[in-house]
Antibody, heavy 129, light 107 residues
Framework: QVQLVQSGAEVKEPGASVKVSCKAS????????VFWVRQAPGQRLEWMGW????????KYSQKFQGRATFTRDTSASTAYMELSSLRFEDTAVYYC??????????????????????WGQGTLVTVSS | DIQLTQSPSFLSASVGDIVTITCRAS??????LAWYQQKPGKAPNLLIY???TLQSGVPSRFSGSGSGTEFTLTISSLQPEDFATYYC?????????FGGGTKVEIK
């Protein structure tokens, strides 16, 4: 079955970086964009951006531009999210999610669907001194 | 950014009840809306996309409706496994945004 399995919980100090992995199985990895969404305690879900798993192109929420980096390893069917310059308010559960349908290209460019299924199990990142 | 406001934030209901959750958008977004269910300690799970298309495998007691700025998620006969928090999400424009959630608890 289609599954996304994320790396384990992390505890980091302010100013450090964290890298979360997301291993996909059950489908052709390069046929679907992978998104990153986080959920801080008591806050609503927050979209961070996506990566085109086919060519590695990325799109970031303006909030995370310059601080988040999405990469992928197609040979391992794995996507990665690195967040730098961590702050206390970055404490959250980070989810990787697959786009709801296969991405595609046409004369207008590259298209994703922007709804999410399935979700990884989540990775708790705690920023603490 | 498109702001999504869910109501109510919390509701208490009994098994068998009809439950309706509303999601209002700060601007028109056609049918670019999805609904998710989240149980404690678990990742969200897609229920509906395109405002009214039921995701494969989701029970038919879940339905979605609406377009423009007002959307509704309805559970026709609440089951014990439906007690959870529900979120709407818009994908009309970036940044993608979510509603604040509606927690459905047992009366």
């Amino acid at each position: 079955q289609v599954q996304l399995v994320q790396s384990g919980a992390e505890v980091k100090e302010p100013g450090a970086s964290v890298k979360v992995s997301c291993k996909a199985s059950g489908y052709i990895f390069t046929n679907y964009a992978v998104f990153w969404v986080r959920q801080a305690p008591g806050q609503r879900l927050e979209w961070m951006g996506w990566i085109n798993t086919d060519n590695g192109n990325t799109k970031y929420s303006q909030k995370f531009q310059g601080r988040a980096t999405f990469t992928r390893d197609t040979s391992a069917s794995t996507a990665y999210m690195e967040l730098s310059s961590l702050r206390f308010e970055d404490t959250a559960v980070y989810y990787c999610v697959r786009d709801g349908a296969a991405h595609y290209y046409d004369s207008g460019g590259y298209w994703v669907h922007n709804w999410f299924d399935p979700w990884g199990q989540g990775t708790l990142v705690t920023v603490s001194s | 950014d498109i702001q999504l406001t869910q109501s109510p934030s919390f509701l208490s209901a009994s098994v068998g009840d009809i439950v309706t959750i509303t999601c209002r958008a700060s601007q028109g977004m056609s049918s670019y809306l999805a609904w998710y269910q989240q149980k404690p300690g678990k990742a969200p799970n897609l229920l509906i996309y395109g405002a009214s298309t039921l995701q494969s495998g989701v029970p038919s007691r879940f339905s979605g409706s609406g377009s423009g700025t007002e959307f509704t998620l309805t559970i026709s006969s609440l089951q014990p496994e439906d007690f959870a928090t529900y979120y709407c999400q818009q994908y009309k424009s970036y940044p993608l945004t979510f509603g604040g959630g509606t927690k459905v608890e047992i009366k």
